[in-house]
């Protein structure tokens, strides 16, 4: 996975380039989010189907991922602010997107699984 991130007056600009995407849950991309108030995600989906899809976070870097949210995309509630669609269930060639407060999290992980092995995924992300 290549990552590339880019700190600039607290706002952070990250991209995590084409990760390929298995049948089980591929981490799309992950990082630091302790200096910002929200976060949003976008990627966009080639090959094959997501059939998964889960936003993780943890409270401390020796802390576990915990799951914050692998359902409900559609409507979104707490922490999570809004979302393109249903997550879960993309289809090749479309795209997503999400917003959410991260309030006392330090980091951020986004997982994906594909309905068939070898989905492309690109991704992104900001936070301020």
């Given at each position: 996975?290549?990552?590339?991130?880019?700190?600039?007056?607290?706002?952070?600009?990250?991209?995590?380039?084409?990760?390929?995407?298995?049948?089980?849950?591929?981490?799309?991309?992950?990082?630091?989010?302790h200096n910002d108030e929200r976060?949003?995600?976008?990627?966009?989906?080639?090959?094959?189907?997501?059939?998964?899809?889960?936003?993780?976070?943890?409270?401390?870097?020796?802390?576990?991922?915990?799951?914050?949210?692998?359902?409900?995309?559609?409507?979104?509630?707490?922490?999570?602010?809004?979302?393109?669609?249903?997550?879960?269930?993309?289809?090749?060639?479309?795209?997503?997107?999400?917003?959410?407060?991260?309030?006392?999290?330090?980091?951020?992980?986004?997982?994906?699984?594909?309905?068939?092995?070898?989905a492309l995924v690109t991704s992104?992300?900001?936070?301020?």
């Amino acid at each position: 996975m290549t990552k590339r991130i880019q700190e600039s007056n607290n706002d952070l600009y990250a991209s995590f380039g084409e990760v390929t995407v298995a049948e089980t849950l591929t981490t799309l991309g992950q990082w630091a989010v302790h200096n910002d108030e929200r976060v949003y995600f976008s990627f966009s989906v080639t090959t094959q189907n997501l059939d998964q899809f889960e936003i993780q976070g943890r409270a401390h870097y020796d802390d576990s991922f915990q799951v914050l949210y692998n359902s409900g995309f559609g409507s979104p509630t707490g922490i999570l602010l809004g979302t393109s669609t249903d997550l879960a269930v993309l289809t090749a060639g479309s795209s997503g997107w999400f917003l959410m407060e991260q309030y006392g999290l330090h980091e951020i992980r986004v997982q994906a699984a594909a309905a068939s092995a070898g989905a492309l995924v690109t991704s992104y992300a900001r936070g301020h």
